[in-house]
């Protein structure tokens, strides 16, 4: 399994349950912890059967913020994240989240409650098709009928949410079947899925890579997800060959470690786009080619063959020629090619050498004029500061594509971003969800103004359960990523991305209870950081930074990877 395999605790003996006690039963046997949600009144029954469990319940303020913490919950823990919401507007609301998860290959499951099966299809009060409604959504969907099939429906959901590529399964619960009484068994018969490494497609990737002489590793999120990390840093210290990553991977290779030339794509390091428009070798290790990363395809690596490693079949040839396929669970397979290539040592020292040197000319400069906040430069000293525990849940914009070029990463659960879906919004809950899955980790929220206004009621769930996490609000009183490409592609015509009347956030947190304060020169930076890490409890640094600072480089939209725009 790609998630860590829940350990299955002793099942109780069998008595006489209603189905929302069986509910909570079966999820205490699967190892849960934690559970975020918010009820309702199709979700009441499971509601009540929580009194008296183990499960810790996180009373969000939105149900959207429940889905988005479960997700982050789970990529830090390595567990399946698990969110609840009721019928109608509670289940729809945690769509967003629901589409994240699928987007980024987050395993979770989202327990919704339903209608009674006998006024379903009458457009009951609070009444959704939300097993339809997600479908395109979800790795699998189930509506329990009958309360004795719960246990079984539990088990099968987590299973296919950790299994393979893992991705959000939907529980759907109508309010009879909780209320029903039932003797159910426990157990569920889970199939063995994890196929032994391809021999032949693991010999066909060494001959390639030994006939390299410009061999590049494109690291994806799967390495992360397939649990392969410590293989995937074995295999690139035993080959040598220069490494690049996509957005969710940062972290998988340290981010200032000897080879490792940044992340590629729109908003890539020069020398990991150089690497990858240069290279006769692509080995593609759990990605899929996203458009970001790509910029345009069919000038993509023009000059490379494809050795792509990848749990999801499905992916494998999607959208580049493959040359070499291995499938399957990616671990095993990377430990085999390994093994193999431990041998001998590769001839391509000119390769690893043009690619130091690249990435030594285009390193990033922190030098920028003037007495204002540089954020770059912000984010790079707040990793540093926080050391290998530090955890950055990015939202989206900007800030995100800044602390993905500048901070430090130590290992790729230090870095969770909305990746795939790109939702505003995601940072502020995320960060609660990976605080409460690592209570010991140095968890801050990297937020701009627009997205941390999407969901700025999480604060009290922060105070609420006294969730020490630091919040670092950049704000440009604008959506800046829009204004940046209104800018640069649509003739400066700032059309509604102006936030210049946003709250005073300080007040704003102060009055949910959290620490704040403000930054808006470069000189009380430190300072400003060494108070936020050194907070006891929840605390907001309120960073004022230009509206007109843009993100470089850029890869335009429609180009090639080597058409890069530089600012000054």
């Given at each position: 399994?790609?998630?860590?395999?829940?350990?299955?605790?002793?099942p109780?003996?069998?008595?006489?349950?209603?189905?929302?006690?069986?509910?909570v039963?079966?999820?205490?046997?699967?190892?849960?912890e934690?559970?975020?949600?918010?009820?309702?009144g199709?979700?009441?029954?499971?509601?009540?059967?929580?009194?008296?469990?183990?499960?810790?319940?996180?009373?969000?303020?939105?149900?959207?913020?429940?889905?988005?913490?479960?997700?982050?919950?789970?990529?830090?823990?390595?567990?399946?994240?698990?969110?609840?919401?009721?019928?109608?507007p509670?289940?729809?609301?945690?769509?967003?989240?629901?589409?994240?998860?699928?987007?980024?290959?987050?395993?979770?499951?989202?327990i919704t409650?339903?209608?009674?099966?006998?006024v379903?299809?009458?457009?009951?009060?609070?009444?959704i098709?939300?097993?339809?409604?997600?479908?395109?959504?979800?790795?699998?969907?189930i509506?329990?009928?009958?309360?004795?099939?719960?246990?079984?429906?539990?088990?099968?959901?987590?299973?296919?949410?950790?299994?393979?590529r893992?991705?959000p399964?939907?529980?759907?619960?109508?309010?009879?079947?909780?209320?029903?009484?039932?003797?159910?068994?426990?157990?569920?018969?889970?199939?063995?899925?994890t196929?032994?490494?391809?021999?032949?497609?693991?010999?066909?990737?060494?001959?390639?890579?030994?006939?390299?002489?410009?061999?590049?590793?494109?690291?994806?999120g799967?390495?992360?997800?397939?649990?392969?990390?410590?293989?995937?840093?074995?295999?690139?210290e035993?080959?040598?060959?220069?490494?690049?990553?996509?957005?969710?991977?940062?972290?998988?290779?340290?981010?200032?470690?000897?080879?490792?030339?940044?992340?590629?794509?729109?908003?890539?390091?020069?020398?990991?786009?150089e690497?990858?428009?240069?290279s006769?070798?692509?080995?593609?290790?759990?990605?899929?080619?996203?458009d970001?990363?790509?910029?345009?395809?069919?000038?993509?690596?023009?000059?490379?063959?494809?050795?792509?490693?990848?749990?999801?079949?499905?992916?494998?040839?999607?959208?580049?020629?493959?040359?070499?396929?291995?499938?399957?669970?990616?671990?095993p397979?990377?430990?085999?090619?390994?093994a193999?290539?431990?041998?001998a040592?590769?001839?391509?020292?000119?390769?690893?050498?043009?690619?130091?040197?690249?990435?030594?000319?285009?390193?990033?400069r922190?030098?920028?004029?003037?007495?204002?906040?540089?954020?770059?430069?912000?984010?790079k000293?707040?990793?540093?500061?926080?050391?290998?525990?530090?955890v950055?849940?990015?939202?989206?914009?900007?800030?995100?594509?800044?602390?993905?070029?500048?901070?430090?990463?130590?290992?790729?659960?230090?870095?969770?971003?909305?990746?795939?879906?790109?939702?505003m919004?995601?940072?502020?809950?995320?960060?609660?969800?990976?605080?409460?899955?690592?209570?010991?980790a140095?968890?801050?929220?990297?937020?701009?103004?627009?997205?941390?206004?999407?969901?700025v009621?999480?604060?009290?769930?922060?105070r609420?359960?006294?969730?020490?996490?630091?919040?670092?609000?950049?704000?440009?009183?604008?959506?800046?990523?829009?204004?940046?490409?209104?800018?640069?592609?649509?003739?400066?015509n700032?059309?509604?991305?102006?936030?210049?009347?946003?709250?005073?956030?300080?007040?704003?947190?102060?009055?949910?209870?959290?620490?704040?304060?403000?930054?808006?020169?470069?000189?009380?930076?430190?300072?400003?950081?060494?108070?936020?890490?050194?907070?006891?409890?929840?605390?907001?640094?309120?960073?004022?930074?230009?509206?007109?600072?843009?993100?470089?480089?850029?890869?335009?939209?429609?180009?090639?990877?080597?058409?890069?725009?530089?600012?000054?």
């Open positions: 399994m790609s998630a860590a395999a829940p350990a299955l605790k002793t109780p003996a069998p008595a006489v349950m209603t189905g929302a006690r069986l509910l039963s079966s999820l205490e046997r699967m190892g849960v934690v559970v975020f949600g918010y009820p309702g199709a979700i009441m029954p499971i509601y009540d059967a929580l009194t008296g469990s183990s499960l810790k319940h996180i009373l969000v303020r939105h149900e959207q913020a429940a889905a988005f913490a479960a997700d982050a919950y789970a990529r830090l823990s390595g567990r399946v994240g698990v969110c609840m919401a009721t019928s109608g509670g289940a729809t609301n945690l769509i967003t989240g629901i589409a994240n998860a699928m987007m980024d290959s987050a395993p979770m499951v989202c409650g339903n209608v009674p099966q006998g379903m299809g009458t457009d009951a009060f609070q009444e098709d939300i097993l339809g409604v997600t479908l395109p959504i979800v790795k699998h969907s509506l329990v009928r009958d309360a004795a099939e719960i246990p079984a429906a539990i088990e099968q959901a987590f299973h296919i949410a950790a299994s393979g893992p991705g399964v939907l529980v759907d619960l109508p309010k009879d079947v909780q209320f029903a009484e039932t003797v159910a068994p426990f157990g569920f018969n889970i199939p063995n899925e196929p032994a490494a391809d021999a032949d497609a693991i010999a066909e990737a060494e001959r390639f890579i030994r006939t390299s002489e410009r061999p590049l590793i494109y690291i994806g799967g390495v992360k997800i397939g649990r392969a990390t410590e293989a995937l840093r074995a295999f690139a035993t080959t040598g060959i220069p490494v690049v990553a996509t957005l969710n991977a940062l972290g998988t290779v340290p981010t200032d470690a000897p080879g490792f030339l940044g992340m590629l794509g729109m908003h890539g390091a020069r020398a990991a786009n690497a990858v428009q240069a006769d070798l692509l080995i593609v290790m759990g990605a899929r080619f996203d970001r990363a790509t910029g345009k395809l069919a000038e993509f690596a023009p000059h490379a063959r494809v050795i792509h490693f990848d749990v999801d079949a499905s992916e494998i040839g999607k959208l580049r020629e493959t040359h070499v396929a291995v499938g399957g669970e990616i671990r397979a990377i430990e085999a090619l390994t193999r290539m431990s041998a040592p590769l001839a391509i020292d000119p390769w690893v050498i043009r690619c130091a040197s690249a990435a030594e000319r285009h390193a990033a922190y030098d920028a004029p003037g007495e204002g906040v540089y954020a770059p430069a912000l984010l000293q707040l990793s540093e500061m926080a050391g290998d525990r530090f950055a849940a990015c939202d989206v914009g900007q800030h995100q594509m800044w602390a993905a070029q500048h901070c430090r990463f130590a290992r790729p659960e230090a870095h969770i971003t909305s990746g795939g879906l790109g939702a919004g995601f940072g502020l809950p995320a960060g609660l969800g990976a605080q409460m899955a690592d209570p010991d140095v968890v801050v929220t990297i937020a701009g103004d627009g997205g941390f206004m999407m969901n009621q999480e604060l009290a769930t922060l609420r359960y006294g969730v020490p996490l630091k919040i670092v609000l950049l704000d440009n009183s604008s959506l800046g990523l829009v204004r940046q490409w209104q800018e640069l592609f649509f003739s400066e700032y059309s509604e991305i102006d936030l210049s009347d946003n709250p005073d956030f300080v007040k704003v947190a102060e009055a949910f209870g959290v620490e704040a304060f403000r930054i808006d020169r470069r000189d009380q930076v430190e300072a400003g950081l060494a108070r936020l890490l050194a907070a006891e409890g929840a605390c907001l640094a309120h960073v004022v930074i230009d509206p007109k600072e843009n993100v470089w480089p850029l890869v335009p939209p429609g180009k090639s990877n080597a058409e890069m725009m530089e600012g000054a």
